[in-house]
């Protein structure tokens, strides 16, 4: 067994109770926030729903610079309601899945340096 492989179950049990969360956001409050200095519920669900994206991209590249000196910066993807919000998340979920399903020996054990406008 994987290093990976090892972590699914406990992956499978966050993806299922986080979209369980999800499916509870209403499309009638999606403009509206907790407190005033803080995003829109439908930001701060958009914001939970792309995370297992970052599995998928951390377990699949050696380095990541979310904004490039020369190229462009991360742009979430444009989600407006709970459908958009739910297809987002099963999309990555099930991505995250398969990379973490595949990740196995040195390079799960390595290093990955993160970086917001790197020039080395």
């Given at each position: 067994?994987?290093?990976?492989?090892?972590?699914?179950?406990e992956?499978?049990?966050?993806?299922?109770?986080?979209?369980?969360?999800?499916?509870?956001?209403?499309?009638?409050?999606?403009?509206?926030?907790?407190?005033?200095?803080?995003?829109?519920?439908g930001?701060?669900?958009?914001?939970?729903?792309?995370?297992?994206?970052?599995?998928?991209?951390?377990?699949?590249?050696?380095?990541l610079?979310?904004?490039?000196?020369?190229?462009?910066?991360?742009?979430?993807?444009?989600?407006?309601?709970?459908?958009?919000?739910?297809?987002?998340?099963?999309?990555?979920?099930?991505?995250?899945?398969?990379?973490?399903?595949?990740?196995?020996?040195?390079?799960?054990?390595?290093?990955?340096?993160?970086?917001?406008?790197?020039?080395?």
């Amino acid at each position: 067994m994987t290093i990976g492989q090892s972590m699914l179950g406990e992956f499978d049990q966050e993806m299922q109770n986080t979209r369980k969360v999800l499916e509870r956001v209403p499309d009638d409050k999606w403009g509206w926030k907790p407190h005033e200095k803080s995003g829109t519920v439908g930001w701060l669900a958009g914001h939970i729903a792309t995370l297992p994206g970052w599995t998928t991209m951390t377990i699949n590249t050696e380095e990541l610079d979310y904004a490039p000196v020369n190229g462009p910066s991360y742009q979430p993807p444009k989600i407006e309601n709970r459908k958009d919000l739910l297809a987002v998340f099963d999309k990555e979920a099930a991505e995250a899945r398969a990379a973490l399903a595949s990740a196995s020996g040195p390079s799960a054990d390595e290093n990955q340096a993160t970086a917001a406008g790197a020039t080395n």
